[in-house]
């Protein structure tokens, strides 16, 4: 992209949000005319209905405010603007793309079933021992997922949560906040978890051998 195209794309950030806004005020114009519009006979004065139509009719009116308000600052402030924007928008995009368990599991998955096409004497030792690491792991029954929105944690219990014994259960014996970061083995963002990416590059290659 050149610098021209960058330039004018951003000379036109402005009346970009200039329209959004008109098009917001314009819907929210729309709709507070049609709750203005709205009669109640007068033995509906003082009744629970009116208090319910006057309660939307209002929020109508703070929702249109705020966005007379942030139409204002974006026209007013069209860089800073622009920036927020684009750090929600980018929020927005990693919270969707934010894996989950079964988003683990199948790349671990996909991951051991290409390992386990490679002679074991070409196996990258490191692929290997963490697959290894991580299968047993699971068949302990201790890896979980924390997510926090745009980033998933997989880290290690002590237990089985299917364990009921004492050690297992008890509130003080549980894993510290202080010290949960030592616990981590994996972080996840933007669709995958990338330690046990990093961890398969060149799966195929143990550098002994060579």
């Known amino acids: 992209m050149s610098l021209n195209s960058g330039a004018s794309g951003f000379r036109r950030a402005p ?3 200039r329209n959004t806004f008109e098009q917001l005020k314009t819907r929210y114009d729309g709709v507070q005319a049609r709750l203005d ?12 209905l009116e208090k319910w139509a006057m309660y939307w009719k209002n929020l109508v009116i703070d929702y249109k405010e705020m966005v007379i ?5 974006m026209r007013t402030r069209p860089v800073r603007s622009s920036v927020y ?3 929600l928008a980018g929020s927005l995009y990693a919270g969707a793309r934010n894996p989950s368990e079964t988003d683990f599991y199948d790349q671990f ?3 051991y079933n290409a390992l386990s096409l490679v002679h074991p004497t070409c196996q990258n030792p490191i ?3 963490h697959l290894t690491f991580l299968e047993r ?7 979980r997922r924390l997510s926090v929105g745009v980033v998933s944690f997989l880290w290690l219990d002590n237990y089985d949560k299917e364990l009921a014994i004492y050690k297992a259960v008890c509130p003080y014996l549980q894993p510290r906040y202080l ?9 996840g963002f933007n669709g995958k978890f990338w330690v046990l990416e990093r961890k398969m590059v060149d799966y195929d290659i143990n550098e002994d051998n060579l």
């Open 127 to 129: 692929a290997s021992q």
């Open 85 to 87: 924007v684009s750090l």
């Open 179 to 187: 010290t949960f970061h030592e616990r981590i083995i994996d972080v």
């Open 15 to 17: 009346s970009l949000f």
């Open 137 to 143: 792991c699971h068949n302990e029954g201790i890896l």
């Open 109 to 111: 998955r996909q991951a």
């Open 37 to 48: 519009a709205i009669t109640f006979p007068e033995r509906y004065k003082g009744t629970i």
């Open 69 to 73: 308000d942030t139409g204002r600052t």
